[in-house]
């Protein structure tokens, strides 16, 4: 198998810390760089974008939940996810951690804007109110007191250390400050420290 991803996807991370966390050794990573229509990824995802994992028999996966999906049905047993029917709280759970990456990223997009003249006061604010907001409901919900490793961590993780590489001055501690005691101890698991970005 071969995982096509980008450094500092915060989507491509939460796949690459669940391949440590499960101990898989026989996928193949590749940086790809998806704002160059790599024909690597185009050949395999028409939307380009990363992560995307290509199966030995040359069927691409995406987006990263579906991955995240696959990789615990297929070598997790489940543990993650789950098996039978849904636990709607952990999925809503999820849907919030997912959308705060998208927050993310979109808060990211409308930085890069700025160099072209085009950045918006209300997308910027928005973005930047609706992570705060759900950072909150997140600290509140206990995803961090779980003593086995969920899903939800993984994203949380991926999505705060996220918000320190690119948004600095979020300043996101002062409003959850339990949310940055859990992951001083979580950004040390080796699993989150291998997949860094740079």
Not at 14 to 41: F, K, S, T, W, Y
Not at 55 to 72: A, F, K, T
Not at 169 to 176: I, Q, T
Request: proline share 5%; aromatic share 8%.
């Amino acid at each position: 198998m071969r995982l096509l991803y980008s450094d500092a996807s915060p989507y491509s991370r939460c796949v690459r810390v669940l391949i440590r966390h499960l101990e898989l050794d026989g996928i193949e990573e590749c940086i790809v760089n998806p704002m160059d229509n790599d024909e690597a990824l185009l050949d395999i995802n028409p939307l380009g974008k990363v992560p995307c994992l290509q199966l030995n028999d040359g069927s691409p996966l995406y987006d990263s939940e579906v991955i995240l999906r696959y990789l615990d049905h297929e070598f997790g047993a489940n543990r993650l996810f789950g098996e039978n029917g849904y636990n709607w709280t952990n999925e809503c759970q999820l849907s919030l951690i997912n959308g705060l990456l998208d927050s993310a990223v979109a808060l990211r997009q409308e930085q890069m804007r700025e160099l072209e003249g085009k950045r918006s006061v209300f997308w910027t604010a928005r973005f930047e109110q609706a992570l705060l907001r759900g950072l909150k409901e997140v600290e509140q919900s206990g995803v961090m007191v779980s003593p086995q490793l969920t899903i939800q961590q993984i994203g949380l993780a991926c999505l705060i250390e996220y918000l320190d590489f690119r948004h600095p001055d979020l300043h996101w501690r002062n409003v959850v400050p339990a949310i940055g005691a859990w992951l001083s101890g979580f950004e040390h698991l080796s699993m989150m420290k291998n997949t860094r970005p740079t």
